[in-house]
């Protein structure tokens, strides 16, 4: 049955801060609530600007910044809830049962997740994992889907 393969992984390239916002408007468009996503890059790679053009793609007109020091930044949209976690600073992943993180990964909610392996093996695995790197010119992006919901949103994506 040739005609029901799914994307698994994708890879592309943002030539600027434009096209990473665009590339997290377009993710917005395409991916289901209760989805769970980690973005994984260095200190300055694009992860929180990826999720401003995620957020700006689902409503939001505000500023968006990285949750460093809080861990969680909620989204309270008009198409549901999306929490924005930043783990660069956790000690220890323990702190999140302290903070209640099951309470955070339900199916009216989208989560992104900075810094994810700070959080293992407390964090639920993801349906799509989105790793950033630096070029000499903007950033290369492979997106690889680890569930049918991400590689249905990762096959839209991609067109």
Do not use: C
């Amino acid at each position: 049955m040739m005609a029901n393969i799914m994307m698994s992984d994708w890879q592309t390239t943002a030539p600027d801060e434009l096209a990473m916002v665009e590339l997290g408007t377009k993710l917005a468009q395409v991916l289901t609530k209760g989805s769970v996503v980690y973005l994984i890059g260095d200190l300055g790679a694009g992860k929180t600007t990826f999720t401003r053009g995620f957020l700006r793609g689902l409503g939001h007109q505000g500023n968006v910044k990285s949750p460093t020091y809080t861990l969680v930044e909620p989204y309270e949209l008009a198409q549901g809830i999306v929490y924005h976690f930043d783990l660069y600073r956790l000690q220890d992943p323990e702190e999140l049962e302290l903070l209640g993180i099951r309470d955070y990964f339900h199916r009216d909610s989208i989560v992104l997740v900075e810094w994810p392996s700070q959080g293992e093996p407390i964090l639920p695995a993801p349906d799509l994992s989105l790793t950033i790197s630096l070029l000499p010119q903007g950033r290369a992006l492979h997106f690889a889907a680890l569930t049918q919901q991400g590689q249905q949103a990762l096959q839209q994506l991609s067109i």
